[in-house]
Structures are given as C-alpha cells and as structure tokens.
C-alpha cells in the first residue's frame, strides 16, 4: 500500500483561477526538495522568469483573503444560475461543473455539430461561445463561460434559448 506523505506529494497551483488572473502563467508547485531540484531545472530551461508585474500583481492577490471568500461565492452562484437556465434551453445537456468558470454542454439534440452551433449561435442569437471540437474528444460539446455578470449570464441564456425555440 503507498503512503501519501509529504515525501510523496507535489502540490501544483496558480493564480489562474483562484483570482480570476487566467492566461498569466502565473503558478507554483512545492513538494520533496530531491524534485524540486528537477523542476527548478526544468523550468529554467523552459523560460527565464516570470514577468516582473506579475510579481507585484501575485503579491496582492495573495493578500486579499476575504476578497477570494466573496469572488468563490460569486463564481458559485453565477455557476448555478447557468446551469439551471441552461436545463430550460432544448437540445442542450449541460451536467453541472465542479470547477473551472465555464460549462461544457453536450448540443448534439440540437442536429447541429459543435462548429455550426457556434457559428449560428454567434450569427443568429448574438451569443458566442467555442466548439468543443477545437480541444481533443470535444466533438458535439460546446464551451460556455460563466466568467462574466449574472445580467450578461441571463441575457445569452435568453437569446440561446428564443434562437433554438425559434
């Protein structure tokens, strides 16, 4: 049977989504110093530093525990409020999401692939989303971000929804 010890664990994590600072590159990982040796070695081959304003920007982040409290609770009823309005949309499967700030639905009752759903969602209903296809094992399934207001949320929904009832 394997121990889970600290000699044993990696913990990788970022600042991505945690302070909504996607795209950044913007992370740490800590475990056994035998590799972190390795991935210090790694990472200096692969990239000099991180960007000096990122640093500055981290360390704020880093200080605002209350503010993530509220910014969790934020994405967590933003997330539910999706989901729930996309239940209401016909030919869209959408399980609920554990993590992340996006929902991936499963469109195929809607006849389409996930290339034309976007593009008739975006031509059609205003609403712009991205084809599942565009990541590996993606076919059929579209990407939908709640990362925006619970207004822009119930708007897209509203537009999703009249364009494949119309």
């Given at each position: 049977?394997?121990?889970?010890?600290?000699?044993?664990?990696?913990?990788?994590?970022?600042?991505?989504?945690?302070?909504?600072?996607?795209g950044w590159?913007?992370?740490?990982?800590?475990?056994?110093?035998?590799?972190?040796?390795?991935?210090?070695?790694?990472?200096?081959?692969?990239?000099?530093?991180?960007?000096?304003?990122?640093?500055?920007?981290?360390?704020?982040?880093?200080?605002?525990?209350?503010?993530?409290?509220?910014?969790?609770?934020?994405?967590?009823?933003?997330?539910d409020v999706?989901?729930?309005?996309?239940?209401?949309?016909?030919?869209?499967?959408?399980?609920?999401?554990?993590?992340?700030?996006?929902?991936?639905?499963?469109?195929?009752?809607?006849?389409?692939?996930?290339?034309?759903?976007?593009?008739?969602?975006?031509?059609?209903?205003?609403?712009?989303?991205?084809?599942?296809?565009?990541?590996?094992?993606?076919?059929?399934?579209?990407?939908?971000?709640?990362?925006?207001?619970?207004?822009?949320?119930?708007?897209?929904?509203?537009?999703?929804k009249n364009?494949?009832?119309?």
């Open positions: 049977m394997l121990s889970f010890t600290k000699e044993r664990t990696l913990t990788i994590g970022g600042w991505s989504k945690i302070w909504a600072m996607t590159r913007l992370g740490w990982i800590t475990g056994p110093s035998h590799v972190m040796e390795g991935v210090k070695t790694c990472q200096a081959s692969a990239a000099s530093h991180v960007p000096t304003f990122l640093m500055g920007a981290g360390a704020v982040a880093l200080g605002m525990e209350t503010d993530r409290i509220s910014f969790f609770e934020s994405f967590a009823e933003r997330r999706f989901h729930s309005l996309l239940q209401e949309i016909p030919g869209i499967n959408a399980p609920k999401p554990e993590g992340a700030f996006y929902i991936l639905a499963d469109i195929t009752a809607t006849g389409m692939d996930d290339i034309e759903f976007a593009t008739r969602a975006l031509e059609e209903a205003g609403v712009q989303l991205v084809p599942g296809s565009l990541m590996p094992g993606g076919e059929g399934l579209v990407r939908l971000s709640y990362g925006t207001s619970l207004d822009q949320i119930r708007e897209g929904c509203k537009r999703l364009w494949l009832e119309g």
